[in-house]
């Protein structure tokens, strides 16, 4: 069973640095997941000088939903995968759903068994949101939950887990 | 003297599964102090559904306030305690004494003392607030302020401290 | 080369505590620089009790801007410095830079250079702002990215890093 490994950690924590440079230890090629919806000009630029910075051994996959669906073909002879993130996923899901946890959940547990079906080892890129004062916001209150649920639920399955604070790691698993 | 075992963690992180399990080494009988107030519906359906998830082996104490009076005589026979959560009692005793930190720091001082001198294990678990961007509220700052300052004062005089992310403990001491 | 240890944490995690112990231990005449700005009678209170705790080791040098032109001369005989927060001077940056990351980061590049030529020890505080919920607010995400960046770039050149927890240390490095 090729690994799955989970990198979480706060906003600009190193996250993605850190999980491109394990993954990159895999050789060439490799398959990067974007799962966020460019809705305007400056995500556009920033997409694209992550898309040169990762450079000629990267192709990428961008989808905003249907990872369980869309990834599996996609693997292609990449010999690694790096998704960036499972909180963007998430937070599209739970407005495709409208809000609601039931269903965003099932999809979760799906997604999670076909990144534990890939042939190749998964890097997977989540975000800590949990850690700041209770939002006044109902609907972040129940996004926060759920993130939060959903990364114990990833946390638990991975064969590795790693935390990120100041571009640094600690080993959760 | 008993352990005192302080688990602190963002939302969802874990905190409470993991502090619960630790409990239950100690066997049955256990206390389970639920520091929430019950406002709706859909709150007494979620204590509901935790209490049968915790099972027969436990007892419960709700009490929002008063935990430094209630918890010594409701220990009784039970082979530990466990707190859910500090953080829940904080925010209630900073309403109480309407949002004045010194008869909050009072009242958390008291509560340590009556913790470390119960006869059985307590685990006490507690949340991490302070690690957003700072709140434009006052009383959230107020509260925030607070938060870190009592987890700092439990977790100086724990016998174990541990940090919960994604589910998964990291040791403090 | 003398050491620059990085200690973070989120608010009231004990981090200036922590920084200020270990700093002690290279023993009187000591250099504190404060970076906040005293806009109000509390919190003016609270420089003066902070400034009566640490006691006749400590000399203060305030600036809430220009470290890097000011911190250097100030050194003098001391023998380690405290700077207590890397994340307000940020913040006085960004104001001061109209909310332009570019001439930030730039200044922060600079800064580092500076305290990185020092000839004794510096012992640099900084916060942790990105593990809650996204904000609502376009100025308060840019300085998230801000604070988070920068955090990097102190880490990853210091010979010490650490996270606070509840006032415990995790060694991040």
Same mark, same amino acid.
């Given at each position: 069973m090729a690994p799955l490994v989970f990198v979480t950690g706060? #906003?600009?924590? !190193?996250?993605?640095?850190?999980?491109?440079?394990?993954?990159?230890?895999? !050789? #060439?090629?490799?398959?990067? %997941?974007?799962?966020?919806?460019?809705? =305007?000009?400056?995500?556009?630029?920033? %997409?694209?000088?992550?898309?040169?910075?990762?450079?000629?051994? *990267?192709?990428? @996959?961008?989808?905003?939903?249907?990872? #369980?669906?869309?990834?599996?073909?996609? %693997? !292609?002879?990449?010999?690694?995968?790096?998704? =960036?993130? @499972?909180? @963007? *996923?998430?937070?599209?899901?739970?407005?495709?759903?409208r809000e609601q946890a039931p269903p965003v959940l099932a999809r979760t547990e799906e997604l999670l068994e076909v990144l534990l079906a890939l042939p190749v080892p998964v890097y997977l890129v989540s975000n800590e949101v949990g850690s700041g004062i209770v939002p006044d916001n109902r609907l972040a209150r129940l996004f926060r939950d759920l993130a939060g649920e959903v990364n114990q639920m990833f946390a638990a399955r991975a064969h590795q887990a790693w935390l990120l604070a100041s571009g640094l790691p600690l080993r959760l698993k």
């Open positions: 706060g #906003a600009r924590s !190193g996250k993605s640095t850190f999980a491109r440079r394990r993954c990159e230890e895999h !050789g #060439a090629p490799l398959l990067y %997941v974007a799962t966020a919806t460019i809705e =305007d000009d400056e995500m556009a630029c920033r %997409v694209e000088r992550h898309r040169q910075e990762r450079g000629d051994a *990267w192709r990428t @996959l961008e989808e905003p939903l249907e990872l #369980a669906r869309r990834l599996p073909p996609a %693997v !292609g002879d990449a010999r690694a995968v790096l998704i =960036d993130c @499972l909180t @963007l *996923w998430l937070s599209n899901q739970f407005f495709a759903c």
